[in-house]
Antibody, heavy 119, light 109 residues
Framework: QVQLVESGGGLVKPGGSLRLSCAAS????????MSWIRQAPGKGLEWVSY????????YYADSVKGRFTISRDNAKNSLYLQMNSLRAEDTAVYYC????????????WGQGTLVTVSS | EIVMTQSPATLSVSPGERATLSCRAS??????LAWYQQKPGQAPRLLIY???TRATGIPARFSGSGSGTEFTLTISSLQSEDFAVYYC???????????FGQGTKLEIK
């Protein structure tokens, strides 16, 4: 069955860095577009970043552009999010999500990993 | 940026009754609209995409309708497991941006 498992969250000081990982299994990872989506405590969902199946096309939300970098390793069935210059407003649960094949809605989500930015 | 507005913010409905949730886009998104359900402590689950197509494994009591700027999610006969927060998401303004509504909390009356 499809599984997405995030890791790498934790407590970090403002201005610090963190790298999130998402391990995929149960499907051909290299066939699918992937995204990171976050949810601040008690708030709604915010799309963060997208990467195409080959990794050749990448997009970011304006709120993270220039600070976050998405990447993937299809040989390792893994998705990554390098987060630099972290701010308090980046505090959220970060989900990796798979796009529905041939379309854009997110059909599978991981359980999320919490990132807390605080001094 | 397309802004998605959901109403009401909270909806109180009794089990067995029908629930109707609304989502409005600030400009046309055609039929590129999805609905998700999120329960406390869980990741969102895809319910509907293409405004009206049920995702795999979603019960028939969930239905979606609308196009352009006005969309509706209807749950025909509420079960206890349906009480959750529901989000709409547009994927028409792509690339490079997906946007979600702020959510509707469906609670037991």
């Amino acid at each position: 069955q499809v599984q997405l498992v995030e890791s790498g969250g934790g407590l970090v000081k403002p201005g610090g860095s963190l790298r999130l990982s998402c391990a995929a299994s149960g499907f051909t990872f290299s066939d699918y577009y992937m995204s990171w989506i976050r949810q601040a405590p008690g708030k709604g969902l915010e799309w963060v970043s997208y990467i195409s199946s080959s990794g050749s096309t990448i997009y970011y939300a304006d709120s993270v552009k220039g600070r976050f970098t998405i990447s993937r390793d299809n040989a390792k069935n893994s998705l990554y999010l390098q987060m630099n210059s972290l701010r308090a407003e980046d505090t959220a649960v970060y989900y990796c999500a798979r796009e529905l094949y041939g379309d854009h809605p997110f059909d599978y989500w991981g359980q999320g990993t919490l990132v807390t930015v605080s001094s | 940026e397309i802004v998605m507005t959901q109403s009401p913010a909270t909806l109180s409905v009794s089990p067995g009754e029908r629930a109707t949730l609304s989502c409005r886009a600030s400009q046309s998104v055609s039929s590129n609209l999805a609905w998700y359900q999120q329960k406390p402590g869980q990741a969102p689950r895809l319910l509907i995409y293409g405004a009206s197509t049920r995702a795999t494994g979603i019960p028939a009591r969930f239905s979606g309708s609308g196009s352009g700027t006005e969309f509706t999610l209807t749950i025909s006969s509420l079960q206890s497991e349906d009480f959750a927060v529901y989000y709409c998401q547009q994927y028409n303004n792509w690339p490079p941006l997906y946007t979600f509504g702020q959510g509707t909390k469906l609670e037991i009356k």
